[in-house]
């Protein structure tokens, strides 16, 4: 069954680093979103990507999120000048269409230092 | 902005009992969709609902989309030891491609 797939699984950066997590999203799928869960709380949406675009972001996607799909299967998301309050597990998504059901991936653990 | 109230927070089961958990809002949805995440994992899709009133079912788990598509449920029936895990709603409006998810309910089953 197709699934998503992230890297690194865990990945410690120290204060004002950039780092760079990585997914490959469902072959087929078009939309690939963004999402970060704090630790113990909900799931809380960043950014939606289609057709090289971002189509929508949230408050917490600041300047210094960016997103971009590098070739046809990787889809990134780059965070520049970490703050201690990034820390949370990031999760990649993604859907057929909008109106579809979205699959995540199984995340990657930011630890910022 | 738009919030869902999930409820339980939290439960603590018996092995073949069955289970019922909801999700509230004062906005109006357009998909209704309910993950389970274990620790450490991503949510896992378990059930998508797309019109209002609409009964889905996935084995023992069934959910509805509320007929005023403010709301949804999911009945877990006959749970297992393996349903422990944390059990999310999410939710799409018109117009967004995000989806907003609920505070969860954190569901441990005994043996």
């Known amino acids: 069954e197709p699934e998503v797939t992230q890297t690194p699984s865990h990945q410690v950066t120290q204060m004002g680093q950039e780092v760079i997590l990585r997914c490959v999203p469902i072959?087929?799928?078009?939309?690939f979103y963004w999402y970060r869960q704090i630790l113990g709380q909900k799931v809380e949406f960043l950014v939606s990507?289609?057709?090289?675009?971002?189509?929508?972001k949230s408050e917490i996607f600041d300047d210094r999120f960016s997103v971009e799909r590098p070739d046809g299967s990787n889809f990134t998301l780059k965070i520049r000048s970490t703050k201690l309050e990034d820390s949370a597990m990031y999760f990649c998504?993604?859907?057929?269409?909008?109106?579809?059901?979205?699959?995540f991936g199984p995340g990657t653990r930011l630890t910022v230092t | 902005g738009q919030q869902l109230n999930q409820s339980p927070q939290s439960m603590f089961i018996q092995e073949g009992e069955d289970v019922s958990m909801n999700c509230t809002s004062s906005s109006i949805f357009n998909t209704w969709l309910w993950y389970k995440q274990d620790p450490g994992e991503g949510p896992v899709l378990l059930i998508a609902l797309y019109k209002a009133g609409e009964l889905t079912s996935n084995g023992r788990l069934t959910a509805q989309f509320g007929i005023t598509r403010k709301d949804s449920f999911l009945n877990i029936s006959a749970s297992i030891p393996s349903d422990v895990g944390i059990y999310f709603c999410a939710a799409r409006g018109s117009g967004t491609y995000k989806y907003i998810f609920g505070t969860g309910t954190r569901l441990k089953v005994l043996a």
């Open positions: 990507f289609y057709n090289n675009e971002i189509s929508e």
């Open positions: 072959s087929n799928h078009l939309y």
């Open positions: 998504a993604s859907s057929e269409d909008t109106v579809y059901e979205q699959y």
